[in-house]
């Protein structure tokens, strides 16, 4: 697929704001939890991109059900190929995802990573930024279905937009709605592949040094030359 084509594809998956409305609170009810955070009507339904307070759309990624739910990530369980003595059996699936977020997120979001911190090596990792995109473990007895609630919350709250990039059926039915948008597994990794597509097309083009000379036709460098010769 050509670049060109690669560019409709994703305006066709993502639309102009990069993401687009999956679920709503409306659709799970007054029952829900979370949806009166997202339904009032005295709440402005923040736009897509960057605010009036140069903050821009954040991204929340559901780590671990993004992994689980690609085979991208998830061969990569279990991989200790880089450091075969360690016990962390996602370490590698974690750094692909990250450095794939980043790739993603680029300047068009603030993004973040939420691990559960059950069943890691450490339940209290430090959450130190990788690649520019923030990462949260969850605390101890915290599921990062919480986290990533409470993220997302937060973000409506105060008038920021935000994406979440999960196929979690629970957190659809808690934090969609207004302000919030959600993004799927597979769509992520289409956009990565896309990325990563666009990325080889570049370092196979031919490198070609464009010189003044080399843009202008005939005649301009002619017109060029006399205006010289002039001075």
């Known amino acids: ?14 639309g ?22 997202f339904v009032s009507s005295t709440v402005v339904d923040p736009a897509r991109g960057t605010n009036s307070r140069g903050q821009r759309e954040l991204l929340v990624v559901d780590g671990y059900n993004v992994i689980h739910a690609t085979p991208r990530y998830e061969q990569l369980i279990f991989d200790r190929s880089d450091d075969p003595y360690s016990n962390d059996v996602y370490d590698r699936a974690r750094t692909a995802l990250i450095a794939d977020v980043a790739a993603f997120a680029q300047r068009r979001y603030d993004a973040v990573i939420v691990f559960d911190g059950a069943g890691n090596v450490s339940a209290d990792r430090p959450n130190l930024p990788q690649a520019g995109v923030r990462i949260e473990f969850s605390p101890t007895g915290v599921s990062a279905d919480t986290v990533v609630q409470r993220l997302c919350i937060e973000a409506r709250e105060a008038g920021r937009a935000c994406s979440v990039v999960t196929s979690d059926g629970t957190i659809q039915a808690t934090v969609m709605g207004k302000g919030v948008t959600r993004i799927s597994a597979r769509m992520l990794v289409d956009e990565i592949r896309s990325i990563d597509a666009d990325v080889a097309e570049a370092e196979e083009a031919p490198q070609v040094k464009l010189t003044l000379g080399s843009r202008l036709s005939p005649e301009a460098l002619a017109k060029l030359e006399a205006l010289r010769n002039r001075g």
């Open 1 to 14: 697929m050509s670049k060109k084509n690669r560019q409709k594809a994703k305006a066709k998956r993502f």
């Open 16 to 37: 102009e704001g990069s993401a687009r409305a999956a679920v709503d609170a409306s659709t799970y009810g007054a029952g829900n939890a979370f949806g009166s955070a």
